[in-house]
Structure formats: C-alpha cells, structure tokens
C-alpha cells in the first residue's frame, strides 16, 4: 500500500510543470495575440549554490503592421520561434556552469542578442520580409533557490 502511495505521488509531481529543471511549458494567454513560454534550468551561483534560472520570453504573435501576419509563412515562422527559442536560451544558459551574480545582466543581453539572431534566420528560412517586424521580451528572468528545500 506504501509503495502505491509513493508510486501516485510521483505520478501527481511529475504533471506540475516546474518540478524538473529544463522543463518547458506553455502558460495559457488571456491577452490573446501573447504567447507566453517559460524555461527552467539549473545554474551554480559563485559562493551561494545550485538555483533554477527561470526564463520566460514573450512573442506578440501579431505584429502593429499586420500585412505579414496574414501570411501563412510568418504564421508559421512565430509557431516556429516559440518552440525555437528555448533552446537558443539553455544553450546559452549552459555555456558555463557557474555564474557570478553580476554576471546575470550580461548573460540576460546575450540572450536577446541570441534570439535576434534566430529571428533574423527565421525569417530567411520562411521566406518572410527582412523588415517584418517581429516583436519579442524577456517577460521573466530570476532565480528559484534549490538550496533551502
């Protein structure tokens, strides 16, 4: 009965989104032409411990100018980025496995930085305007401490 008890537990904090570091999940938007998506990823801080690094960047999914939304490559090029960029950030997150605080700001620069590039590649891989305009922000950047649970 023990075993079936800790079995159900494990099966119940496996479907909570943030309990495994690197998990991606998708919050539902109500503001409609958002899309919200969070990372999760382990990082030593120098001198204080190991601390989950959440991310969360935002694309608007339809541009002020909408003549290019309503074409089918861009919808799909912004389908594409909002699975895309997580990965641009671990990798970047995971360039060095041991981080100063005031090393942060500048790795949250690198960041943007990255998905500007992505975005600059997406567009010529999906054949959309150079100039269309695709807007981005880092919603969420802070550290979850792992060290006190």
Known sequence: MVKFKLLLLLIFISFIPSAFAGGFYSSPSHRGHIATCHIATSVAI????????VVAIEFLKEPLDKAPFTSGDYEEMMKRLNVEWSGVVSKRILTSNNY???????????????????????KKKHNVDPN??????????????????
């Open 100 to 122: 100063k605080v005031t090393d942060l700001a500048v790795l949250k620069e690198n960041i943007e930085k990255d998905l500007e590039v992505l975005i600059s590649e997406s």
């Open 46 to 53: 120098e001198n204080k411990g190991i601390f989950n690094l």
């Open 132 to 149: 269309a305009e695709v807007v981005f922000s880092i919603g969420s950047f802070y550290l979850v401490n792992l060290n006190n649970e």
